[in-house]
C-alpha cells in the first residue's frame, strides 16, 4: 500500500504508524523544540525501508554542522540512497550527498527545485532554508519559501513555519515592516514556533527598538519551553540590554540561560562566544566564563569543517587566553581555505582574514586588526550567519579604531553607524569616544 503524508506527498516504505512519527517530528523541528531525532529514529524503528525517515535522520545531524554528526549522517544518507523510489526522494538523497561532500550551494540548489516541485515538502523548505542562512544568501532565504508561499494558507499544517522563514528572509534583505507582520503571524498561529519569534527579534534588533525587544521577547516565553533554539532566542534578549547597557541583565541572561544551558550544540557555542566578545569590547570583564566556553569548543569543536563556527571558537580561546589553541584554529583555517568543497571559500575570503584580525585585536594589534576587517566587511555575508550575528564585525571594527587613536576611521564608523542607529545608546558612545580622539 502506498502511504501519503498529509500533504499527499509519497512517502516510500513507510506505514501508518512510522508515518505519525514523521509528521511528529517534522512538526518538532518546525517549531524548533521537542526531539525529532528521537522521533524519526522512532519511524525508523517501525520501517528501517522509510526512505524520507532516513533522509530526516541527515538532515537532523547536518543541519546544526555539529562535527559528531556526519558520520550519522552519512550512514543514513547510505539508507536513504537504497530506499528512495520517487523523483523527490531520490532528490533529498541528493542534497544529501552533495553536502556530505561540502557542497553547500549544489545541496541548496538540489533542495531549491523539490521545492519548485513539490511546495508542501516542509522538510525540503526547512533544510534549504537552513542551508540559504548558513552560506549567506540573503536574497534566497527569502526568494525559496515565497515561491512557495501562494501553495500555503491558514488551514495547512505547518504554515507558521513558512511564515516564520519568509518573515526571517525580508528581515535579513531589509523588508523590516512586512518581515514583522508576517513574523507575528506566525506566533499568533503557533507560539511555540521559535524560529517565527527569532524573525520579529531580528526586525526589532535591527531596527534598534531594544525596549520593544526584551517586551516581545518576554511577555510569553512559550518559545522556550522544550526548546532546542532557545539559547539563541535568550541570546538576542541579552543583545537588547546589552545595547541599552544593562550589564546585570546581560550576566543574568548568560549566566543562567546560555551558558546555564550546557552550551550542548555548537550554536550555544556560538551565542556564547559572541556574547562575551561583545562584552569584552565593551570593556567588561566577563571573568573566568571564558574558560567553560574554551573548553567546551576544545571539547566539540573541529576546525576547518565550517569558518562561521571557526571565527567564533577563536573568539572564545582568545578571550580565555588559549593563544597556541588559538593559532591552531588559525592554521586550520587556512588549510580549509586550500582545501576542497564551498567552505574553502568560506575559509579563504571571510573565515581566515577575521580570525586574523580577530587575533591581532587580541595582542593589541588593533590597527592590523581594523585594516583586516575593513578589507572584508562588505562581502562578511558570504560565510553566513544573520546581519545581527555579523554585527560583531563592525562592532570589533569600530573598537580596534577607537583603541587604534584612529580618529578619523572612528569618526567615519560611528556616523555611519549613527545614520541607521541614532537612538542607540551605544552609537552614541562611539561617538563621544571618537570625537575626544579630536580634541
Known sequence: MTVHDMHGLTLTGASATSLAAYEQALAELQCYRADPVASIDRAIADDP??????????????LGTEPAGYAIAEA????????A???REKGHAAAIAALLGGGWHEAGRILEDIALEHPHDGLALIAGHQIDFFRGDARMLRDRIARAMPHWDAGRPGYHSVLGMYAFGLEETGHFPQAERIGRQGVEIEPRDGWSQHAVA?????????????????Q?????QDSFFAVHNWWHLALYHLELGQFDAVFDLLDQRILGSGLVTVIDLIDASAMLWRLALRGVDAAER??????RWQQSGQPG????????????????????AAKE????????AHGGGDNARFSAEIGLPVGQALWDFGRGDYASCARRLRAIRGMSRRFGGSDAQRDVLDLTLIEAALRAGDGALARGLAAERDAMRHESPLTQLFLRRAQALAS
Open 305 to 324: 569543517l565550517y569558518a562561521f563556527n571557526d571565527v567564533h571558537m577563536i573568539m572564545a580561546l582568545i578571550g580565555a587566553g588559549r593563544t597556541q
Open 290 to 295: 571564558w574558560q567553560g566556553v574554551a573548553d
Open 49 to 62: 525501508g522509510f526512505a524520507m525517515g532516513h533522509a530526516m535522520r541527515a538532515w537532523l545531524h547536518l
Open 85 to 87: 523510489a520517487t523523483r
Open 76 to 83: 543514513s544518507h547510505r539508507e536513504a540512497m537504497t530506499h
Open 202 to 218: 531580528h526586525v526589532l534588533e535591527m531596527q534598534n527598538r531594544s525596549v520593544e525587544g526584551i517586551a516581545w521577547m518576554t
Open 220 to 224: 510569553s516565553e512559550a518559545w522556550a
Open 329 to 336: 584554529v588559525l592554521a586550520a583555517l587556512a588549510e580549509a
